[in-house]
Structures are given as C-alpha cells and as structure tokens.
T-cell receptor
Framework: RKEVEQDPGPFNVPEGATVAFNCTYS??????FFWYRQDCRKEPKLLMS???SGNEDGRFTAQLNRASQYISLLIRDSKLSDSATYLC?????????????FGTGTQLKVEL | NAGVMQNPRHLVRRRGQEARLRCSPM?????VYWYRQLPEEGLKFMVY????????ESGMPKERFSAEFPKEGPSILRIQQVVRGDSAAYFC??????????????FGPGTRLTVL
C-alpha cells in the first residue's frame, strides 16, 4: 500500500465549478499535512498547510480527519489558472528525519 | 531574496558517465533535501542534509548515488555511471532551522537529467 494515495484524475471541470480532491495516508504517526501544486515540468509550490480544525485560503479549503487518515482539498469557483497537478503531502517527524512523502498527484484541468 | 537555485536546469549524459547536480538553498536556510521525480510518478525523498552532515539518506539508492553539503558552497548530488533509469527530474528543497516543528520546504526549479 502506498504511504499517500490520491486519485490521479484527470478531473476536467468547467470554469466556475467546485471540485474536491481526496487523499489518504497510511502512517498514523504523520504529523504535518500539506497541499502542494505542481505545474507541468515545474517545481512543487506550497498551496496550503492542512490543520485538524480545517482551514481556508480564499477559494481553497483544506480538511484533515486524523481518525480516518484522510485529507481533502476543495476548490470553489475554479479558474483556468487552477489547472495543475495537486499533490497531497505528509510529513513524519522521526529521530533524524525531516522528509516529506508525496502522493502521485491529482491532475485538474479547468476548461472554458 | 533569491529562492532555491539549482543548476544545471537540464543535463544530458551518456550511459556510464557521471552527473553532478548542484543546489544552493535559500539565504538563511541550513537544511537541504533532494527528491527525485521519475516520469509520470510522484516525488520521492532521497536525502536530507545539514551543513557537513547527512541526516537521513534512507531514500538514496545504495550504489552510485552520493550527496554532500559542504561548509562552503552548494549541495551536490552525484550520480556515478549513470544508467537510463536515472533519467528523471531531481528537485532540491531547503528549509530554515526548525522552530516549533515548522517544516515548510521550498523547492528549486529542478534539474532534468536525461541519460542517452
């Protein structure tokens, strides 16, 4: 089983639509959670951190359910510029380690 | 404030040659991480370094790969005797001294290695 699992998509949605991505992680010791965005052939960029209480940043809302080991990202009023691959990322703090574990990403295509 | 810098951006090598990838972290950052992204796959952690120390190399292949982060200069990821399967995008990330468990990592633009 992969440490972080995501539906690869692609999700093809019209401009203005609301779209939701889900992610599950397998290691219950995971401590920090993030959504990154990766545009084609470019570096990942931090979109937002994810907190248990849920957090919102403009059109983006992230939720974390530790009991179910489940993370979600909701994008409202989709824009063409939202087209990208969205990476679910988990951080596990170990004695010497500080590594991020990435899902394979969910591809979003926003169309006119 | 310049971001994480990587060079070269593109590197072509023939099988059996050596590849050297360089990463300069953001100013004030003392932690460097290397990740590899194979075609159509997610990023995979390779190694975590602080100045002059390898902290976690659990993701590094056992042979041909090595990394360093000297006291002066950039971090180097070195791949000896490259094979076609090494063709990938190699991303470097950096973070500041960890405070209160904050672990935001900032990524460089990557080096795309092609092995002919």
């Amino acid at each position: 089983r992969k440490e972080v699992e995501q539906d690869p998509g692609p999700f093809n949605v019209p401009e203005g639509a609301t779209v939701a991505f889900n992610c599950t992680y397998s290691n219950s010791a995971s401590q920090s959670f993030f959504w990154y965005r990766q545009d084609c052939r470019k570096e990942p960029k931090l979109l937002m951190s994810v907190y248990s209480s849920g957090n919102e940043d403009g059109r983006f809302t992230a939720q974390l359910n530790r009991a179910s080991q489940y993370i979600s990202l909701l994008i409202r009023d989709s824009k063409l510029s939202d087209s990208a691959t969205y990476l679910c990322v988990v951080h596990i703090l170990t004695g010497g380690g500080n590594k991020l574990t990435f899902g394979t990403g969910t591809q979003l295509k926003v169309e006119l | 404030n310049a971001g994480v810098m990587q060079n070269p951006r593109h590197l072509v090598r023939r099988r059996g040659q050596e590849a050297r990838l360089r990463c300069s972290p953001m100013k004030g950052h003392s932690h460097v991480y290397w990740y590899r992204q194979l075609p159509e796959e997610g990023l995979k952690f390779m190694v975590y370094l602080q100045k002059e120390n390898i902290i976690d190399e659990s993701g590094m292949p056992k042979e041909r790969f090595s990394a360093e982060f000297p006291k002066e200069g950039p971090s180097i990821l070195r791949i000896q005797q490259v094979v076609r399967g090494d063709s990938a995008a190699y991303f470097c990330a950096s973070s500041p001294e960890r405070q209160g468990g904050t672990d935001t990592q900032y990524f460089g633009p990557g080096t795309r290695l092609t092995v002919l």
